[in-house]
């Protein structure tokens, strides 16, 4: 059994993101860049599952600029067997959108037939939440989204899958193969060892071109200008709950 699973190349977590100068979007010049956090999620719940037997290999695979192969390299060092990089320059003018990467992705998986396919649920760039549904539904394979827990039974070529919902634990059964996304509590990554580093550096990443995938890329959506969000206004103290209701009914007008 073969579970493949994309990961996407985004500013740091802990980096303060900044606008460019001339508004056209987010500063990535010498700026600090990482796998996106969900992304670490389900590279390490692909891993476990591996480990426990219920997989023979894990690929990944992501969709971007030769700087992207850095992400490829962690998936790599933290324990995926070989990876797949699609090569896209991206245009901060024509952002790339998520119906173009699960497009992209679907060719991928069509190739690779894996029995699952398993996904952060969002990344923290554009916080879009979209590419893994709209995957499956291009698939047309069943999906299990915000995954907090994955039982795979290879013998009955099903997954079941534990989600968090408003009245507690959701849990559904997919027939393989299937697409997943991973929720924040699943599982705790872990960090990639100094000698799996330099392991990784031998594994084989596949890389290839859209038009080889017989994919076409292009957006219909055009940036026209990207703004910082407007500073708030200092809090301020009130003496009682008479002058609050004042502030709210006179000032605010919500009263």
């Not at 699943?186 to 080889?212: C, G």
């Amino acid at each position: 059994m073969k579970i493949l699973v994309a990961v996407k190349r985004v500013v740091d977590y802990a980096v303060k993101v900044r606008v460019r100068p001339d508004r056209t979007g987010v500063e990535t010049a010498n700026i600090k860049m990482s796998m996106n956090p969900f992304c670490e999620i389900a590279v390490e719940e692909a891993l476990r599952l591996r480990e426990a037997g219920a997989a023979a290999e894990v690929v990944a695979a992501t969709v971007g600029p030769a700087q992207s192969a850095d992400t490829l390299r962690t998936a790599l060092a933290m324990g995926a067997d070989r990876a797949v990089h699609v090569l896209h320059d991206p245009d901060p003018a024509r952002p790339f959108l998520p119906l173009a990467v699960a497009k992209i992705l679907r060719a991928v998986a069509l190739q690779e037939k894996p029995s699952l396919v398993i996904l952060g649920k969002q990344a923290i760039d554009d916080d879009c939440n979209q590419t893994g549904q709209m995957l499956a539904g291009l698939l047309q394979w069943p999906q299990g989204t915000f995954a907090s827990k994955v039982i795979l039974d290879t013998e009955k070529q099903k997954a079941t899958v534990e989600q968090e919902v408003d009245g507690g634990i959701e849990t559904i059964c997919l027939d393989l193969p299937a697409v997943i996304t991973t929720d924040l509590r699943l599982n705790q990554p872990r960090y990639a060892t100094l000698p799996n580093i330099m392991k990784a550096k031998s594994k084989v990443i596949k890389k290839i071109a859209p038009e080889d995938l017989g994919v076409d890329i292009r957006s219909d959506m055009e940036v026209i200008e990207v703004n910082e969000p407007p500073k708030r206004k200092a809090g301020v103290i009130l003496s009682s709950v008479d002058e609050l209701l004042d502030k709210l009914k006179n000032e605010a007008r919500v009263l």
